[in-house]
């Protein structure tokens, strides 16, 4: 069960095909944003990454790398990011290796099996989850305020 004060599970994923991430190398020298979404292009998916692309400058002033987080192909994921315009990576986590490892993983949502949660993660630059939010309701949205009060206060 990962929680606050636990060392973050370091990783690797694809952005897009043939280009993959090592998120995991941040972890001890960056502060890092880790939003799992349940699948691209749903509405309040497509709502959450678009509230992050809408106030963007708002969370390059914090200094943290942001990464949202899907089931959904590296060609879905690589194409949500494409045409919504997000400034950030959206990876895949089609093989559901990382989901996991941070609690994320619906085993049945809705008949669908190995959905992602949608949930947020804060990694300090000590390499420690300094914000946790998992939700098993995938209609409840981010708390974008505690994300980022969480981003500020990090170490």
Known sequence: MISVGSKAPAFQLPSKP???????SLFGKE?????????????????E?????????QWENLGAKVFGISIDSPF?????????RIPFPVLS????????????????????KG??????????????VAYAWISENPGNQVDFDAVQTAVRNAP
């Not at 043939?18 to 995991?24: A, F, L, M, R, S």
């Open 49 to 57: 990454m678009c509230h992050f692309r809408d106030s963007w400058n």
């Open 76 to 84: 879905v994921t690589d194409k949500f990011r494409e045409l919504e």
């Open 31 to 47: 502060k890092v944003v880790l939003l799992f979404i349940p699948l691209a292009f749903s509405s309040v998916c497509t709502a």
């Open 115 to 128: 959905v992602t949660k949608r949930a947020a993660f804060v990694i300090g630059r000590d390499g420690k």
């Open 93 to 112: 986590d089609f093989n559901k290796s990382v989901a996991p490892q941070y609690d994320a993983l619906h085993e049945d949502l809705k008949g669908m």
């Open 18 to 24: 043939g280009e993959v991430i090592d998120v995991g």
